[in-house]
């Protein structure tokens, strides 16, 4: 056969195969199609994504089949799942920034908003404030400092009790009984409720310093119970994947165990431990239970973590919608709490960037 038999614009290599704008075509029959499917019920663009999901996948499969085959079509039609799976995983994700977005913003353009406190905040405004100049409907400042105290706090106790256990489990451990419990009992913590840990940490301390006793250490000692697990399991599977050969070439150089830890081992697997430290302070970063046992909640500014109670963001977030300081018009007190909901996402989105930052900076130079 020669090329003139083919058809025009269709060589022999592309005969059997899809032309280029085959997705496209699909997609716009499945828009239009989808649109008139849920014009009838009434249309909603939730109905129309739906539908033209689902169009878009029988049309683009059956024109595959007709024209590649059934093979080529059962691939495009594992395509069009696993795409469609991750738009259905994605969907919630983008409401819900959405969301925080459109509420949230307003509030963080609020006047006094990062500089103020709940102090005197009764009504819709702040009655001192509005005569000392300034209408100030409350901000979230002392929130702000402590949902960073009791966070830094509970860091600092965790990170070395995770990362040295994380050590030991790999480096010295070897399967012992004590290793083995050790992993049962990070395992159980790891799925305890957040509420179990802020009471333990009330009862220990009510025990040692007295009852009553609620402070942001507590808070903190709360929130390490929930962040230590978390750090121990990430830790102890990047200590896992360093080489054996590093540590060998260490030993043979006459370098003692700990220090190999301390200058090969862990500066290899940094990275993983920083992002998995990460992960434990945005896992209890928004935690609400333990913190509303553990330090309770307040409108001033405590700058000390050992005395007092604190606010944190997600108690000040609690607090607004469930008790309004104006219960006629409880519009401000919603602002506020969707003002403090969007920082405390971007709380955690910056911490994720501090984790890449760190992962970067410490990874070990592969170049030459």
């Known amino acids: 056969m020669t090329t003139t038999d083919v058809a025009p614009g269709r060589s022999k290599l592309t005969r059997g195969r899809l032309p280029g704008f085959a997705p496209w075509v699909s997609l716009a029959v499945a828009l239009v199609l989808g649109a008139a499917a849920v014009a009838v019920p009434g ?11 689902i169009i878009f996948a029988i049309v683009y499969v059956a ?18 799942l696993v795409v469609g799976a991750f738009l259905v995983a994605l969907l919630p994700l983008v409401s819900v920034i959405w969301t925080v977005l459109v509420a949230g913003i307003p509030g ?31 901000g979230i400042y002392h929130a702000l400092l402590g949902t960073l105290m009791i966070t830094l706090l509970a860091t600092l106790i965790s990170v070395p009790v995770g990362l040295l256990t994380s050590i030991y489990l790999v480096e010295y ?34 025990l040692v310093v007295g009852p009553g006793t609620k402070t ?35 030993y043979a150089l006459g370098v003692r165990k700990w220090r190999t830890i301390l200058k090969v081992v862990i500066p290899t697997a940094i990275s993983g431990i920083a992002s998995g430290v990460t992960l434990a302070i945005a896992r209890v970063i928004g935690e609400t239970a333990p913190i509303l046992v553990t330090a309770g909640f307040a409108t001033t500014i405590n ?12 108690t000040f977030i609690y607090t607004q919608i469930l008790n309004p300081t104006s219960p006629s018009n409880p519009a401000p007190s919603d602002q506020r709490a969707w003002g403090a909901a969007l920082v405390l996402i971007i709380l955690v989105m910056l911490l994720n960037l501090v984790a890449r930052i760190v992962a970067k900076a410490f990874a070990p130079k592969t170049g030459r």
Request: proline share 6%; aromatic share 12%; net charge neutral.
């Open 216 to 250: 942001g250490f507590v808070a903190a000692v709360a929130l390490s119970v929930l962040m230590i697990p978390v750090v121990v399991r990430s830790s102890e599977e990047m200590l896992k994947i360093v080489p054996n050969e590093l540590r060998e070439a260490s």
């Open 108 to 138: 963080l353009l609020t006047p006094g908003f990062f500089t103020t406190s709940m102090n005197g905040v009764t009504g819709v405004f702040d009655n001192r404030a509005v005569e000392e100049g300034g209408p100030v409907i409350g």
């Open 173 to 206: 451990g070897q399967d012992k009984p004590l290793a083995r419990a050790i992993t049962f009992f990070v395992d159980v913590m790891t799925g305890i409720p957040s509420i179990v840990a802020g009471l333990f940490a009330a009862a220990f301390f009510f």
């Open 63 to 80: 024109w595959s089949r007709a024209v590649e085959g059934g093979r080529k079509a059962a691939d495009k039609l594992a395509t069009c």
């Open 43 to 53: 249309f909603t663009p939730f109905g129309w994504g739906i539908a033209s999901a």
């Open 303 to 314: 700058n000390s973590p050992f005395a007092g109670w604190m606010a944190s963001l997600p």
